[in-house]
């Protein structure tokens, strides 16, 4: 098993910057690409972005692309999430994810561990 912990959720204003990381252990850390989803109360839990297992792909919702940046450190077993230009719609829990799939997927299901997620609030 894999145990995924995130970090760096608060609150902040529009057009602030957050970032998030996730520390995993139990498992290697390189064998698993990384995603990072978000929810709020009664919506799904949407793909926001997500890293290869080496680092070297990665892929965005198409609300976050070009304002954040996701990427690890494998000697570090960290992913991190750099969230800039914040909006008040990027309000949400934030939960990082591991998959052993070597493609990137951006559903769910594709994704077998799931951290506790970290609160992002983004005042306008």
């Known amino acids: 098993q894999v145990q995924l912990v995130e970090s760096g959720g608060g609150w902040v204003q529009a057009g602030g910057s957050l970032r998030l990381a996730c520390a995993a252990s139990?498992?290697?850390?390189?064998?698993?690409?990384m995603g990072w989803f978000r929810q709020n109360p009664g919506k799904e839990r949407e793909f926001v972005a997500g890293?290869?297992?080496?680092?070297?792909?990665?892929r965005y919702s198409d609300s976050v692309k070009g304002r954040f940046t996701i990427s690890r450190d494998n000697a570090k077993n960290t992913v991190y999430l750099q969230m800039n230009s914040l909006r008040p719609e990027d309000t949400a829990v934030y939960y990082c994810?591991?998959?052993?799939?070597?493609?990137?997927?951006?559903?769910?299901?594709?994704?077998?561990?799931w951290g506790q997620g970290t609160q992002v609030t983004v005042s306008s």
């Open positions: 994810a591991a998959s052993q799939t070597r493609v990137l997927f951006n559903f769910r299901q594709a994704y077998a561990y």
């Open positions: 139990g498992r290697t850390f390189s064998d698993y690409a």
């Open positions: 890293i290869t297992q080496d680092g070297a792909s990665t």
